[in-house]
């Protein structure tokens, strides 16, 4: 059987959750089966993030679009859809693509008109909407005009389907596929990750580490995980807070740890692409979020047996069942925050119980094989037809 070939298209602008998802695919799917091409739109004034270069590791082929010719800094680009437009037709008009598969606003919004005007099927994943200004709301409203002609739309949670279904999609072409991970997890190697990342941040054994993996913006709620770190020191309780990721908000964050006198209960180690080894050093992980889809973070803390306490949004409470595998906390509430983390903290036999059957959870629904086997599925439909 010949190799389908599929124009894979999505901005790595920061890797967050969506980067990690895709990378995640990239790495596992069939490639005796697929041809998949990256065509990424970038900023070309930025250096090479670690998305790239893990493509490159992987031996794929790269198309890069600049998404702008220059930073917003320094004005607006009025023509960059179309620019973006006239670079990715000219692509996919000499690569004789069976499929198209986009990722994300932008993706959707040059991808989708192509995809129809050359009679090319396209799948769209959707991970959410964020709407931090008023540019990003226009582009969302966009993005879920455009989505109205997509052959098909992956869901990464049933709040999203909904969301999809009120913006006057066709149900029958939205399919749930919930992210995955993977579940192949030493314990020797975990245990020596703990301990060689505590010491490494002057971390006793006896404190209690609360950890967040991810972007730092808005979005994620990190202020009330700050805030509730103020009440937990409050309560006498010997805490340590690792917020482990980049983005926007970062300064205002450290800004707030300052005004706190918190700096050596708070710890920012940036980015970091080996979060595998990080992981193990957290005794509860933390998610905030004031909006969420599946959030990868949460699913790869999990997997590592880590107690988690997550606000009940988005695509989380088709995870998290509060009490069994994590808890569940309202978001923007630091009071309730505080409260689950303590319970956890002082609850030897909670705490045990939450860590296995969060990774029995991980283990029997979110697993990376079948993940990726349901997508190669939509990608078969979509091509037979």
Same mark, same amino acid.
């Given at each position: ?10 901005? !790595?602008? @920061? ?22 091409? !990256? ?15 893990? &493509? ?7 198309? $890069?679009? !600049? ?31 069976? &499929? ?87 314990? @020797?190697?975990?245990? %020596?990750?703990?301990? @060689? ?9 006896? /404190? ?11 979005? $994620? ?5 700050? /805030? ?25 964050? %450290? %800004? ?35 909006? %969420? ?6 699913? /790869? ?22 009490? $069994? ?10 009071? @309730? ?49």
């Amino acid at each position: 059987m010949s190799l389908r070939k599929i124009a894979y298209i999505l901005t !790595p602008i @920061e890797f967050g959750g969506s980067d990690r998802v895709s990378l995640n695919f990239l790495r596992n799917v069939d490639r005796n089966q697929f041809q998949i091409v !990256p065509i990424l739109l970038t900023r070309p004034w930025e250096i090479e993030n670690f998305f790239i270069q893990e &493509l490159k590791k992987e031996r794929y082929p790269i198309h $890069k679009v !600049p998404v702008a010719r220059f930073p917003r800094s320094k004005g607006r680009d009025w023509f960059r859809i179309i620019r973006c437009y006239r670079f990715i037709y000219s692509i996919l008009k000499k690569g004789s693509f069976d &499929l198209i598969h986009t990722h994300g606003y932008f993706a959707d919004i040059v991808g989708i008109p192509i995809a129809k005007k050359m009679s090319i099927p396209i799948i769209s994943t959707c991970h959410g909407f964020i709407s931090n200004d008023r540019n990003l709301r226009i582009y969302n409203l966009l993005d879920r005009i455009v989505l109205r002609f997509a052959d098909k739309i992956i869901a990464v949670s049933e709040e999203i389907k909904k969301l999809l279904i009120r913006s006057k999609i066709q149900e029958s072409r939205i399919e749930v596929i919930l992210n995955a991970v993977d579940t192949i997890i030493v314990s @020797e190697q975990m245990r %020596e990750n703990r301990k @060689e990342k505590r010491r490494s941040l002057n971390i006793g054994e006896e /404190e209690l580490v609360v950890g967040y993996v991810g972007r730092l913006s808005e979005e $994620k709620g990190i202020k009330n995980l700050i /805030e509730a770190g103020i009440l937990l020191i409050k309560s006498g309780v010997p805490v340590k807070i690792l917020i482990i990721g980049d983005g926007s908000q970062k300064k205002e964050l %450290e %800004e707030l740890v300052n005004r706190n006198g918190l700096t050596s209960q708070v710890i920012f180690p940036g980015f970091q692409n080996d979060i595998e080894n990080w992981l193990p050093a957290l005794d509860i992980f933390c998610l905030p979020s004031l909006m %969420e889809g599946t959030p990868m973070s949460l699913l /790869e803390a999990m997997a590592y047996g880590i107690p988690v306490v997550a606000s009940a949004v988005g695509g989380i409470p088709d995870v998290v069942q509060s009490g $069994k595998n994590g808890i569940l906390v309202s978001p923007n509430n630091p009071e @309730e925050l505080k409260e689950a983390i303590v319970n956890i903290y002082r609850d030897k036999s909670l705490r045990y119980s939450l860590a296995t059957e969060a990774r029995n959870t991980i283990q029997r629904n979110y697993n990376m094989d079948d993940w990726t086997k349901r997508i190669e599925e939509q990608y078969n439909l979509l091509l037979q037809r």
